[in-house]
């Protein structure tokens, strides 16, 4: 991230990230799917730039617009499914006031990260205990944002549901592989393109070999258990 800011950008600032949310919602759509087939039939307001692209290789008919026009381009019948953020913002929204099915898991946005930048010649001038504290702050404050939109966004979800008749659906699980795959065919074309773009993805992808087979099987407890829990909640 340093290094995209300072060789490649030409910025003279300090940078780090800040307020990560994620994952958001696949999305609503005004007809439930089953199939990706059924899916390429929509007209899916999405994201501009990487995931408007990757949904197009996949062949989803992606609509790219500002978010001040998706609720009334959804009221008119412009388009037939849009995506904007996750339960407590899609809430705020009004999405339920025109669409009812609702599916949470989605590809296009797993994560996204703010940055928190502080003009380079301000920050070299700090204390470094000054810059020690803001530092600790950043890391502190990506904490606790993350836990209170889970909190948020639980009872923006229940309210959904239970007051506004969302029907929470389950994403089919070839959506998952199709979109992984137009993702990489995507991600591949560009890295062809520019060398810190495929110096950025072939570090990702080292990463994700390392972690990910860990992650998803130390992460089925926390599955096994909720799913165990939620039959025995009152």
């Given amino acids: ?18 307020m990560a949310v994620g994952p958001e919602a696949l999305g609503w759509f005004k007809q439930p ?72 898991q989605g590809l296009h946005q797993v994560t996204v990260v703010g940055d928190l930048t502080i003009n380079g010649d301000f920050w070299k001038k700090l204390p470094p205990d000054v810059q020690a504290i803001i530092e600790t702050a950043a890391l502190a404050t990506n904490f606790e944002h993350y836990t209170l939109l ?38 591949d074309k560009y890295a062809e393109r520019e060398p810190f773009f495929k110096k950025v993805l072939e570090s990702q992808r080292a990463f994700a070999r390392l972690v990910v087979p860990y992650q998803v099987n130390n992460h089925r407890t926390n599955m096994f258990l909720a799913e165990g829990a939620m039959k025995t909640m009152k």
């Avoid at 340093?2 to 600032?13: F, G, I, T, W």
């Avoid at 229940?158 to 979109?179: A, G, I, M, N, S």
């Fill in 150 to 187: 889970l909190h948020r966004n639980g009872e923006a979800l229940k309210e959904l549901v239970e007051k506004h008749k969302v029907v929470l659906q389950d994403t089919p699980r070839e959506y998952f592989e199709e979109f992984v795959k137009a993702t990489n065919r995507v991600l």
């Fill in 33 to 104: 799917f089953k199939t990706i087939e059924d899916f390429r039939k929509v007209r899916f307001r999405t994201p501009p730039g990487l995931p408007g692209e990757i949904y197009k290789e996949m062949g989803i008919a992606a609509v790219s617009m500002p978010g001040s026009e998706i609720v009334p381009a959804a009221q008119k019948g412009v388009i037939d499914a849009a995506e904007w953020g996750f339960p407590s913002d899609d809430l705020a929204f009004g999405f339920q006031r025109i669409w009812k099915n609702y599916y949470l």
């Fill in 1 to 18: 991230m340093k290094e995209l800011y300072r060789d490649h950008l030409k910025a003279n600032v300090w940078v780090m990230p800040l």
